[in-house]
């Protein structure tokens, strides 16, 4: 039995202001992903986790961040193919340089009180942002039975 397996590596960053506020991205360009989320992206062949968040959030707003903190996992197995897919959660408060949007979609900030209750997230962000808010919950994934999908948090 083979112990290794196909795995899309990927990260997302909380970018907080210090003010109450964070940066939040609304995702264009996939109509099965769109919505409100925080920026991040894939990790490349041979990079490693840490850096490749640094390198995501500068291409997607323009800000360089400084020592981000890990904050947990999310996982969960593609549908369409089985594969596994990981998202590697860190939260930043503090950057540099001048914020701008990308292809990726536009960048601004937006009181996290509220985000927590918009209805504009993308689809299981909201699971995501009890490990970004929660210092005890460190991952999230989801169990799927023939009755349903059961999201846990551990």
């Known amino acids: 039995m083979s112990r290794s397996e196909e795995v899309e590596l990927t990260n997302m960053c909380m970018i907080s202001d210090g003010k109450g506020n964070v940066l939040v991205?609304?995702?264009?360009?996939?109509?099965?992903?769109?919505g409100w989320?925080?920026?991040?992206?894939?990790?490349?062949k041979g990079e490693?986790?840490?850096?490749?968040?640094?390198?995501e959030i500068r291409e997607e707003t323009g800000l360089t961040i400084e020592k981000p903190r890990f904050c947990g996992i999310k996982e969960f197995h593609k549908l369409k193919d089985g594969k596994r897919?990981?998202?590697?959660?860190?939260?930043?408060?503090?950057f540099s340089g001048e914020l701008k949007s990308s292809e990726e979609g536009e960048i601004f900030w937006f009181?996290?009180?509220?985000?927590?209750?918009?209805?504009?997230?993308?689809?299981g962000f909201g699971d995501m942002l009890s490990v970004f808010t929660d210092e005890n919950i460190s991952e999230v994934f989801y169990e799927r039975t023939e009755e349903e999908l059961k999201t846990v948090f551990i």
């Open 85 to 94: 897919y990981i998202v590697f959660l860190y939260a930043a408060e503090k």
């Open 37 to 44: 989320n925080f920026p991040g992206g894939h990790v490349e």
């Open 111 to 123: 009181p996290l009180s509220e985000l927590i209750k918009s209805d504009k997230l993308i689809d």
């Open 48 to 55: 490693y986790i840490t850096p490749s968040v640094i390198r």
């Open 25 to 34: 991205q609304n995702k264009i360009g996939n109509a099965d992903w769109s």
